[in-house]
Structure formats: C-alpha cells, structure tokens
C-alpha cells in the first residue's frame, strides 16, 4: 500500500512571497558550508531542537532511537566540537555542498510560528571520498524582530535507516 502524506501546503506558492524564508534557508547552508558554525548556531532560539530521524515516518524522537537529537545545549557542544582545530574525526576538514529547493509552508505544530518544508541534497567530500545525502527539512521559524530563528529543524535523510558512516557535519 502507498503511504501518501495528508499534510497540505498551507497556500499555494503563487500566493505566498516564498522569498524571505528561501533566503534564510540559503543562507543557512551557506553558514554551515562555509564552517560558520557559531553563527549557524545563532539561528536557533534558545529552547531550539535539531531532530534527524533514524526511520523513515518517525513519528517521534523519543519511542525510537534517532541519528541526532539535539536540544539547544547538545547542538552548543556540537558546535564547540566542529569548532576545536583537533576534532579527529574532521582531520582534515570536509568540504561541503548544499542545495536547498522546493519550499512550501505549512501551519506550524508544537508552538508559534511557521513550518517551511524543503528538499536538500548535501555533498561532503573528505580524505578523497565524497558522500551524498539526500532529503526533506522541515524548519519551525519563529520571526524576532526583523529576523527569523529556528525553533526546530527535523532533517529526514532518504536513506535513514542505511548503514550511515560517521555523521560529523551538520545537516
């Protein structure tokens, strides 16, 4: 049987100016393609959450194990990791790509604000291997002032339940 989301855009793009949060997405992975780390980590609010599923249709984070589940300080000592010049495991450094397409927005769930979902692709390339990850991103953003912050970032990697060799860099 065919599982089909029931989740609907909450307007058609036509309808909404997609621009402003396409622009925050980018400049997003520019962030963390650059290895900006603490200002990607600027972008969360302080009761932010980093979710990457370990299933396909997790419905959870916490009725099964997941491949990360940050709260705002397990994402300030990631960060405080990618940060250190003798982190092992990014010796030397990875280099990265990402691409992030096909917004639309949604209600938001679990608090204010609202939910962009998107696809990526992420390209990492390290010690003459490269690796390609593939997905959707659903971003809470919650709008301060004249900026947007996330309150949730859940990362669903096409593959989340391969065999996935060391996840240093993130999503």
Known sequence: ???IPTRKPLLPSAAVD???YEAFLIYEARLLDE???DDWLALFTPD???WVPSEPNQPDPFETVSLMYDDRRLLETR???LSDPRIYSQEPRSRTS?????LSLEPATGGPGVTVR???VLVEYRREEQRLFAGSYTHRLIGEGDAMRIAMKKVELVNCDAP??????PF
């Open 98 to 102: 990402r691409t992030v397409v096909n």
């Open 35 to 37: 290895g900006y780390f």
């Open 118 to 120: 998107s696809k990526f």
């Open 48 to 50: 932010a959450r980093y």
């Open 1 to 3: 049987m065919l599982n």
């Open 18 to 20: 997609l621009r402003p």
């Open 79 to 81: 960060v405080r990791r």
């Open 164 to 169: 996935l060799d060391g996840l240093v860099v």
